[in-house]
């Protein structure tokens, strides 16, 4: 996993979509990118109510401009509710939790 993309993500909260991560300037210099010669990747945060819950990573090694819009479109519209589904699931952990107390 190409850590310099995972933490741009997590600092900015926004999307990553490279359609050949050696040639991008910003993270061709990623010892992942460099050593895995990796081609599509596409990194999203999960964000509910701004608070980041998590983020996605993937990546494909062999073919360039794996990760079209059309997907990345899904993504998004997904996203969202993975989200609200990881803060759910946290917050009845915690209740859980408190109720065993």
Known sequence: ?????VNYVYHT???????????NL??????YIKSKRSKS????????????QGI??????LTSSAFTEQRLAL???????IAISIEN????????NKVQQ
């Open 1 to 5: 996993m190409a850590e310099s993309i």
């Open 13 to 23: 909260k926004e999307i990553v979509l490279l359609d050949d991560a050696s040639q």
């Open 26 to 31: 910003l993270f061709s210099n990623d010892e």
């Open 41 to 52: 990747i596409l990194c999203v945060p999960l964000i509910n109510r701004d608070k980041l």
């Open 56 to 61: 996605i990573y993937f990546s494909n090694d």
């Open 75 to 81: 993504l998004k519209m997904i996203s969202g509710q």
């Open 89 to 96: 699931a946290l917050f009845y952990t915690e209740l859980e």
